[in-house]
């Protein structure tokens, strides 16, 4: 940040105060006092340049208000310079305190005060910096405040307040063709959510993707259109952040599946699993194995759920895993898979309805027309209050169906 007034005493020939009959000139034999102490602080380092203002204060009794201040300038700007903000503000201060002075190095100085206050955290020092020079500036000049009135306003918490100028920086930029710069946007952005104010977030975030496209603003847009329940703009978004290579973390590659499991597109949830489970950017878990399965059962890929659920059998809930693909087995015909895998599931234990393994064997059976052990496995399912009624109902249809096979078998004899 450049320090007002500095640029004074750059140039070789002195640079005098406006000719008013309130405010006095720069003498010659101030400035070449300051501008040594300016030489040697390029040459020599800025606590050098300090000893020789040292000197020169010693003297700012002789010295008129104009002077003063400009000498109080050239300390505040060092001590800037060498990173004391606590030195520069006080300096500044004191610069502003001469009068009379030039309005313009006034106004320039109340400025840079209201930014080195708002730097140090003291965020109501640095608007009451603002209000003073508010009171100077000309009507054109007022927007350049606008943001930084807004950021100290939301420093300090007073959020509603910090709204309004942001927003006026912003449409200003807009109405002027412009853009409005990314950090304004950002800052608009934090201001609507800490008010709780998520379309808000959504419009700073779509200016910020449109403006400036990078990875974390797609992902945030969609996230935030989640919470609004604009599914298929999340969708959408989450789409083209993952054509433009902005997907790649593990989480953010398990969402982008979600979002398409819960957008009605089960195959490409699970074509996003599969994928980066393949080639590691997923990691092998029990969670991430679990919905690449239940992604592939809803898109009616049975016989590679089934074996998806088997892998995630591997890492963790192995009864009821194999559960669910005993279960599915069955419902596409596969029999013989259907009672392996229900058996293996009542092996494996800690079964949340171990009856319904009872009730998949028995169906298995009478697919298969073997009566008998359909009607001891639906018996083995009345044990469980879950699966009780319905075993019962197949265990009288089992009884039936066996009668019927020895009435025929016996009338065969």
Known sequence: MAMAGVALFI???????????????????VYSQLARAQTVADEQGNAQGIEVLNEVASRADSMNSYERAMLWN???????????????IDYFGKVVAEQPIPESLQKSTLFSLAQLALSDGQYDKSLNYLGQWR??????ELPKAWVLEAQAMYQNGRYQDALEPIQKAIAKAEDEGDVAKENWLILARAIHYELGQTDGVAKMLEKLVVNYSKPEYWLQLAGVYGQLEKNAKQ??????AYQQGFVEKPSELRNLAQVYYLNELPYKAAEIMEQGLSNGKLDNTLSNRKFYAQSLMQAKEYDAAIEAYQQAAELGDRGDMLAQAA?????????????ELAQQALAAGELKNPGNMYLVQGMVHVNQKQYQKAVAAFQSAQDYEATEAAASQWVRYAKSQLEFQQQLANNDI
């Open 11 to 29: 140039s070789a020939q002195p640079v005098l105060a406006q000719q008013t009959e309130r405010v006095p000139a720069l003498r010659e034999k």
């Open 74 to 88: 050239f300390f505040g700007f060092m001590y800037y310079d060498n990173g004391d903000t606590a030195k520069a």
């Open 135 to 140: 009171q100077l500036a000309d009507a054109d």
């Open 235 to 240: 969708l959408a978004v989450l789409e083209a």
């Open 327 to 339: 279960q599915l087995a069955l419902n596409i015909d596969r029999n013989d898979v259907a009672l």
